[in-house]
Each structure stands twice: as structure tokens, then as C-alpha cells.
């Protein structure tokens, strides 16, 4: 083999795989290896798909040998969060021990697109139980075992996409498909280092994946570089009639160099109630841009953000899992707090809910008005690294402190994409968020690949890692 | 402030414990009782805007037809 495929981008793996200079059939046996290797330490995968990874990869190679080359995922192994359904008896757990055996008759529409794609499953990946939507506070709440940190060990991964974080993180797997409802792709990018981009809402389409919130769920790539997001974006963008919530909009990563200066935007206090690392990088990260871009501080209304949006998670969180709930099974679930705060989403008023949604439109209106004189507004990624495995959090969606680009991203469907931003005084990584304006990936995604040509935050991989990845 | 949280509470707490009431025992029941806390202060929050009578919901409800 002529290079080491570990934490090798997706562009440059795919020209290596391309020009015959690699095979698909070594690169993934590399992968699953590892991923069985290594993933129990970090309670990363719940399956190595080793015999379909390798059948794939076969494939992979037949066709790139006779000159049919599909594109930039072609031959590429990839882990999914296991709440994305897929045939062949292989299980869909939703990292909760009661469906630990559970298995689906077809694919996810992401896990179809991807395999028409080229690209080759190689392992489902641990997740918080129930993508997190049970209220969970504290990091031990999947039947696999606390998300752990391939930087620190003794700190938690990020949920509810644990196992695809720490993964592609500790080069297990070029890449993994995340979902986000709020704050999970986001939130185990900035804990574990990497890059993970949660698309427009509507722009990949749900139908196979873990219901949480109809309205909130989006599924997204994590990976090393900004540029990989895009390339895997594309690969699963695109409408879908079995999911009738997929946009008409068709998505083309536009991987060219985007005019400058950017215009970024920055909401007003946005880094208070952050810890000193993230601020203090968010703040670095600010000066660097400046060499690219204009920033603007922007003002928004003084309207209850976070209570719109958790009262659309809680109402439909409940319904989505009315009879989960109302059976009583949540007495299996691994952290106790899931066990019984479900319950208390199930007494919401539906005028809430209706007045949730009423105010949601007129958040849409606002923020859309400030995005259209942006490419970007700029923020931390979380408020906090990395937590310790044994340290509670006040909410799971937001961790210590307030996060406004959360709940407004979130709430108004809008994308965003999290890049490393440096380490705090220990060595957990940090991260910054470019969020865009709704349907404008490609913009986000140019900005945020600006930073990294500027910045070696995501070239840097964990120490403890390193010295196992094989030369090159 | 804190009077409207508590009533709010108290008024979610009752509903709760009369739809599945028996299956906590009285340690569960304290532990809920703190987190329908955070449902109730959520509601109050949601409830401190003003808003216009004729306000739509961010809703994706079209009347359907098959051919569509």
C-alpha cells in the first residue's frame, strides 16, 4: 500500500482510490480492523458490518478497476449512527438495551444514497439512548457505555452522536453520518476535535432514521475537514418522496474558492456563560477570520429562544415515544434520569405547542432578515470542552450555559457547521460554529474551509491515537 | 415570578400524577416533582411574549390530494 489511509481526507483518499493507488479492499480491512480493535475503548461502535464492509469493498474495486468510478465516496468505508435503519440483519438499536436486537427489513434512504454512492458501511456506531431525547444529564445513558473522549479518557465523547465523534476522532473511519435535533452533531464535533456539519432541515432526507422531533431531526456528516462535509453532503442531499419534508432544493457542493471578504456576523454576548477555553479560542478564532473577513456584531430580539424550542422537542419528543413512554419501558433505559423524565413531557398543553410554533415563525422571519446580510454567523460550538465522564450537566441540550445559535439553528432549520478552534489548557479541543442562512451550506462550509486553511487545528489528531496509527 | 412557576408546576405535577401516579414510589416521585420544574419554568418562559391574534404556526399542513 503507497500511504497510510488514517486520518487521510475524503478528497485525498478518493484521488488515492481513484488512480489505483490504494484499494478499497486494504483500505477497509484497515478500517474494521481498528474499529474492532479500538472502538470498545472508546465505546465508539456497537457493529462492525465486517462481512457486508467487505463484500462492498470487492465490489468497490471490480468497478474502479474497469474504470466506473461513481464519485468521491466511492470505495470509502463509514460508520452511521445506529438509529439509522439498515437490512440485512444487521441491528438498529437506537443505543438503548431493549432493542439491542431489533432489526429493520430495509435501509435508511442516507444509508441507500450511500451505498449507490460507492461508499462502504463499516460499522454502526454507539449513540445516546434515544438520541438523548429522554432528558438525560450526565454521560452514561447508552447501553454501550459513556461516549469516551479519544483526547482524554476521562472526559465524555459529546451526544447524541457519541460514537461517530469519537470515531472518526481516534481514525477509526474516515467519516460517519450523525444526526442532530439539537446540538448532537454539533456538540461531539467540538468535544472530540473533528468537523461535523448539520445540514439545512429538509435537505437530507429521514425517512429510515429514529424518529425524535419531526420537525427539529436532521441527519449530517462528521468528519475531518470541512471540505469532507461537503463532499459527503452531497452524497446524501436530495429530495425524497418518502419523506415528504425533503427539500425540492437540489444541493451541488460547490468546492471552488468563495469570494471574499466573507461577512460574518457575531450576536451580541453570544460567548457569555462560556468556559474561559471556549471563549478565549472563540476570541482567537475572531482575529484569525478578520484576515478574511468583515464581522459585524448584530442585536436580536429579546424573544425565549430556548423555551420555543425545547417545548417543540418535549411535545413531540412525547408523541414521537407516546406508547414507549406510556408502556412503561423506559424502566429499561440506562440512565435513571431517562427512566422517569419523559413522563413530565407528556402533560404539555397542546396550546404550548401551538404557541411554540407560532412564535417559531416569527424567530424564522427574524433571523432570516439578519442572515441575508451574512455568509455566516460565527460562534462558540458548545459553551463548554469536553465534560469528565462522572460530571453532570444541567441540560443536554445546551450543557452549562445558554446557547442561542443552538436553539435559533435549530428552531429555524438552519446550517451550521462546527471546526476545530484550538485546546484548552488540558488538551480537550474547542470548536467554532459558521452558521448559515437556510439553504446556504455551501457558504458556511467555504468560510469554515477559509479558517482551516488558515488554522492546524483539525490536523492535529490524539496523541494516545497517533502512536497506533501504522506508517505510512 | 416564582409564584406563577410553582402554580404552573403544581398544576403539571397533578396531571402527571394522576396519569401514571402509581407507578413511582414516593423517592421517584420527589425526583419528578423537580423535573417537571423545568417543563413548568419552560411554559412560563413561552408564555411571556406577546403576540399578534391572527399569528400563524410554522406549520407544513396542506390539504392533500393523491395525484398531487
Known amino acids: 500500500m503507497a500511504a497510510n489511509p488514517v486520518f487521510l481526507s475524503i478528497r485525498s483518499l478518493g484521488d488515492l482510490l481513484r488512480t489505483r493507488k490504494v484499494s478499497p479492499v486494504e483500505i477497509t480491512q484497515i478500517f474494521l480492523n481498528r474499529l474492532e480493535e479500538m472502538g470498545p475503548r472508546y465505546n465508539a461502535v456497537v457493529t462492525v ?32 449512527k445506529d438509529l439509522l435503519a439498515t437490512a440485512g ?11 439491542r436486537n431489533r432489526c429493520f427489513d430495509f435501509d435508511a434512504t442516507v444509508i441507500r444514497k450511500l451505498r449507490d454512492s460507492g461508499a462502504i458501511l463499516a460499522a454502526k456506531l454507539a449513540m445516546v439512548e434515544l438520541a438523548g431525547g429522554m432528558g438525560y444529564r450526565q454521560p452514561n445513558a447508552s447501553f454501550t457505555g459513556p461516549g469516551i473522549n479519544p483526547w482524554d479518557p476521562t472526559r465524555w465523547s459529546g451526544g447524541s452522536s457519541s460514537g461517530p465523534g469519537s470515531a472518526v476522532s481516534a481514525g477509526l473511519i474516515p467519516y460517519a453520518i450523525g444526526s442532530e435535533t439539537w446540538g448532537s452533531i454539533l456538540g461531539p464535533a467540538n468535544h472530540c476535535g473533528v468537523t461535523g456539519l448539520r445540514p439545512t432541515y429538509g435537505r437530507v432526507s429521514r425517512y429510515g432514521a429514529m424518529t425524535l422531533c419531526w420537525t427539529l431531526d436532521k441527519l449530517g456528516p462528521i468528519g475531518l475537514t470541512a471540505d469532507d462535509c461537503g463532499l459527503i453532503l452531497q452524497g446524501i442531499a436530495g429530495s425524497d418522496p418518502k419523506d415528504p419534508t425533503t427539500l425540492k432544493r437540489s444541493f451541488s457542493y460547490d468546492s471552488g474558492m468563495a469570494a471574499r471578504p466573507f461577512k460574518l456576523g457575531i450576536i451580541r454576548n453570544v460567548a457569555d456563560g462560556t468556559s474561559e477555553p471556549m471563549r478565549r479560542n472563540f476570541e482567537a478564532a475572531v482575529l484569525k477570520l478578520k484576515e478574511i473577513a468583515t464581522i459585524d456584531e448584530v442585536a436580536l430580539s429579546d424573544l425565549p429562544y430556548d423555551e420555543i424550542a425545547r417545548t417543540i422537542l418535549f411535545a413531540e419528543t412525547s408523541s414521537a415515544f407516546e406508547d414507549f413512554i406510556a408502556s ?7 440512565a435513571p434520569e431517562d427512566q422517569y423524565t419523559p413522563y413530565t413531557r407528556m ?39 469536553a465534560t469528565k465522564l462522572d460530571a453532570d450537566f444541567p441540560s443536554a441540550l445546551r450543557g452549562a450555559a445558554k446557547d442561542t445559535m443552538g436553539a435559533i439553528g435549530n428552531l429555524s432549520g ?42 492546524p487545528w483539525h490536523l492535529r489528531h490524539p496523541p494516545e491515537v497517533l502512536s497506533q496509527v501504522p506508517p505510512g | 415570578m416564582e409564584d406563577e412557576v410553582k ?8 396531571s402527571l400524577n394522576r396519569l401514571y401516579g402509581n407507578r413511582f414510589d414516593l423517592e421517584m416521585q420527589n425526583k419528578l416533582r423537580a423535573a417537571i420544574d423545568t417543563v413548568a419554568k419552560t411554559v412560563v418562559g413561552l408564555r411571556s411574549v406577546s403576540m399578534a391574534q391572527y399569528g400563524d404556526p410554522s406549520l407544513p399542513f396542506t390539504p392533500f390530494r393523491k395525484e398531487d
Open chain 1, 89 to 99: 440483519g444487521i441491528p438498529t438499536t437506537w443505543g438503548a438495551a431493549c432493542f
Open chain 1, 328 to 334: 412503561g419501558e423506559t424502566a429499561s433505559l440506562t
Open chain 2, 7 to 14: 402554580t404552573e408546576s403544581d398544576i403539571l405535577f397533578c
Open chain 1, 49 to 80: 458490518t465486517r462481512d457486508l464492509a467487505l463484500q462492498q469493498a470487492k465490489q468497490a474495486e471490480s468497478e474502479i478497476g474497469s474504470g466506473v468510478y461513481k464519485g468521491p465516496l466511492h470505495g470509502i468505508p463509514y460508520g452511521a
Open chain 1, 347 to 385: 402533560v404539555l398543553s397542546a396550546r404550548d405547542y401551538i404557541r411554540a410554533l407560532r412564535l417559531r415563525e416569527i424567530v424564522n422571519r427574524e433571523i432570516d432578515a439578519v442572515m441575508a446580510r451574512f455568509d455566516a454567523l460565527v460562534g462558540p460550538s458548545r459553551p463548554t470542552c
Open chain 1, 414 to 455: 438552519l446550517p451550521a457547521i462546527s471546526v476545530p478552534s484550538g485546546f484548552s489548557a488540558e488538551g480537550a479541543p474547542t470548536g467554532i460554529q459558521f452558521m448559515g442562512r437556510a439553504y446556504e451550506e455551501n457558504a458556511i462550509i467555504a468560510a469554515a474551509r477559509a479558517y482551516q486553511s488558515l488554522t
